[in-house]
């Protein structure tokens, strides 16, 4: 699309002067092509694109093919990103003028594509400042994606006027997103963001005494030295304690964590021996009595593996009053003539 240079001066004087530097500066490519005068990346980078053939490699590869962008390169887009924006506002407010909103609209869509060119262009910076957080239990295609996450925020925030390297200024914001992504994908049991973080300090200050003491410290040594209240301190290292699988392996192999752990609600030996010999007792006695009683009794005390039922329940199913019921569950425990029965049956 070209530039509407037939199209009036707009009205307002800072659209005016910003349209007319946006005609000056050259469109980004719509995809960034390789300059024989310019570097296309790292070695190291090179290097692992080369052997590797996963999709991080492929990544690599991808986003190692633009060359890297100038100081001047970099103040030209953010120019073009802040009229695109400015234009953008102006749009939603209302133009009168086709010309002027025709204008307006070519500087917002100038200005998104200086800021996808900007975001590819720093692709390789990401991924540099990734790899130095590999191998803490998040893959390093996770860590990208939230650092991917922070270069846009830092393009969407960049001043050119400061007159500070994006590099400088994009590291701060690459670095907090994969610290969060980091706090949310590396637990099995997720915490808090900023609990992570208070986490991560004990830690790194742990670390540090513990290579300036040569020995472990102490509780309120971490304290002091990371101004944090002991009580505090100690809540949080247990945070740190990650979960165990119950299908670890133990011993030489052969069976696993699960094997070990004992079931609190399942009945001890002596108890699992006692209530067999009760349930046998019970099946004994039961057999003399007639069909009816045997089955109020049976449902009356769930012996047969369902919950116990009411007594307005089990007139239902045998079509009798609630009163009748209780007069044969008496009479048939009278038949039995066993007190021990009745303790069983009701405990």
């Known amino acids: 699309m070209q530039t509407p240079l037939s199209a009036p001066p707009l009205q307002s004087p800072p659209v005016q002067s910003q349209a007319s530097q946006s005609r000056a500066l050259p469109s980004a490519p719509a995809a960034p092509s390789s300059s024989p005068g310019r570097g296309t990346g790292s070695s190291s980078v090179s290097r692992y694109s080369r052997a590797s053939t996963d999709a991080f490699g492929d990544y690599l590869r991808r986003i190692g093919k633009g060359p890297l962008l100038t100081a001047l390169d970099e103040v030209e887009l953010a120019r073009r990103i802040e009229v695109g924006l400015f234009a953008a506002e102006r749009l939603t407010r209302g ?76 590291t701060w914001w690459i670095r907090q997103a994969i610290h969060r992504g980091m706090a949310d994908k590396s637990r099995m049991i997720r915490i808090p963001v900023h609990t992570a973080e208070k986490l991560n300090k004990i830690k790194r200050i742990r670390r540090d005494l513990t290579s300036t003491l040569d020995r472990d410290p102490t509780l309120r040594e971490l304290s002091d030295a990371a101004q944090i209240p002991a009580r505090d301190v100690s809540r949080l290292l247990q945070y740190d304690n990650e979960p165990i699988s119950l299908h670890a392996p133990v011993g030489d192999g052969i069976g696993d964590i699960s094997e070990l752990i004992i079931d609190d609600d399942l009945p001890q030996p002596d108890e699992y021996a006692t209530i067999t010999l009760r349930a046998a007792d019970i099946v004994f006695y ?54 021990r029965l009745e303790r069983y049956l009701r405990d």
């Not at 860590?143 to 996450?149: A, E, F, K, M, P």
């Not at 005390?301 to 044969?328: C, H, K, M, S, Y």
């Open 286 to 339: 039961l057999d003399a009595l007639p069909p009816r009683e045997r089955a109020i009794l049976v449902a009356r005390f769930g012996l047969n593996g369902d919950e116990p039922r009411t007594l307005d329940q089990i007139a239902v199913i045998q079509g009798v009053t609630r009163e009748r019921v209780r007069q044969i569950e008496k009479r048939a425990l009278a038949l039995l003539h066993v007190p």
């Open 95 to 170: 133009v009168a003028d086709p010309a002027c909103a025709r204008e307006l609209a070519w500087l917002a869509h100038d200005g998104g594509r200086a800021k996808n060119h900007f975001i590819e262009a720093n692709l390789r910076l990401v991924v540099s400042i990734a790899k130095h957080y590999s191998g803490r239990g998040v893959p390093i295609m996770d860590l990208v994606q939230d650092g991917n996450i922070g270069l846009v925020r830092a393009v969407e925030k960049y001043d050119f006027m400061t007159g500070y390297k994006f590099s400088t200024y994009a």
